[in-house]
């Protein structure tokens, strides 16, 4: 069982980059999938989130507005489309999933997405946003 994030990399301030985070050995129905984010010495941040059960989508207010999640269930795969970035968006982006969960909805309602007791977690791929 896999969870694993690619399309990270390099680019420039206001420029565009598409992650992708692909579910080997399960799929993705009836979970929620989160991406989450971590700056060099600052605590993790919930970004966005797209629940497979009622499609709810979640996002930071930090991204509104310049980042899109998509998910495909036939690839079992879950993107996220990043435009406009700024150099405060350089980090180390996270995937992971969690079971018939409210993780969605619970963000939508608190505005705060939490990463606790997720099922799954990718390892993670860097991107740089240069000024």
């Known amino acids: 069982v896999q969870f694993v994030e690619s399309g990270g990399g390099l680019v420039q301030a206001g420029g565009s980059l598409t992650l992708a985070c692909a579910a080997s050995g399960f799929n993705l129905e009836n979970y929620a999938v989160g991406w989450f984010r971590q700056a060099p010495g600052k605590e993790r941040e919930g970004v966005s989130c797209i629940s497979s059960t009622n499609g709810g989508i979640y996002y930071a207010d930090s991204v509104k507005g310049r980042f899109t999640i998509l998910s495909d269930n036939s690839k079992d795969t879950v993107y996220l489309q990043m435009n406009s970035l700024k150099p405060e968006d350089t980090a180390v982006y996270y995937c992971?999933?969690?079971?018939?969960?409210?993780?969605?909805?619970?963000?939508?309602?608190?505005?705060?997405?939490?990463?606790?007791?997720?099922?799954?977690w990718g390892k993670g791929t860097l991107v740089t946003v240069s000024s």
């Open positions: 992971a999933a969690d079971w018939l969960s409210g993780l969605c909805e619970n963000a939508q309602s608190t505005g705060v997405l939490g990463d606790l007791g997720m099922d799954y």
